[in-house]
């Protein structure tokens, strides 16, 4: 992972709380906190794709897309990610789980994402 943004209404990667559970990584992780068009206007100057963590019936599994150079929008677990960002999304993933399974919280899908991100 070479960057993170946070678009929106997120945690405070600083706070004492978000920085004791991530046990400092945020002192070693670029982080850039902007607003959705700067964020997309960034990684489109990349040349990357922007994947969006949704559960439609169109959405991809991770194990069929190729996670190198892309990024990957992941919503709060109350709202998701909004149209204007789901528009603003190349392809839609989704997490592959067992029938009776609706989802996970978003922290529990960034982290099984990034997973399958350094396997590739």
């Known amino acids: 992972i070479d960057l993170v943004f946070l678009v929106g209404a997120c945690a405070d990667p600083y706070s004492m709380k978000?920085?004791?559970s991530g046990m400092g990584a945020c002192f070693k992780q670029r982080i850039i906190i902007s607003d959705?068009?700067?964020a997309v206007s960034e990684l489109r100057s990349r040349n990357m794709p922007i994947y969006a963590a949704a559960l439609f019936d169109?959405?991809?599994?991770?194990?069929?897309i190729l996670l190198k150079n892309c990024a990957v929008a992941i919503g709060n677990e109350g709202a998701g990610l909004s149209d204007e960002m789901l528009a603003a999304c190349d392809t839609k993933i989704i997490i592959p789980m067992k029938e009776g399974n609706e989802s996970l919280n978003a922290s529990a899908a960034a982290a099984?994402?990034?997973w399958e991100m350094s396997k590739q």
């Open 18 to 20: 978000a920085v004791r």
């Open 36 to 38: 959705r068009d700067f």
């Open 58 to 64: 169109d959405s991809v599994s991770i194990s069929d």
């Open 112 to 114: 099984i994402i990034m």
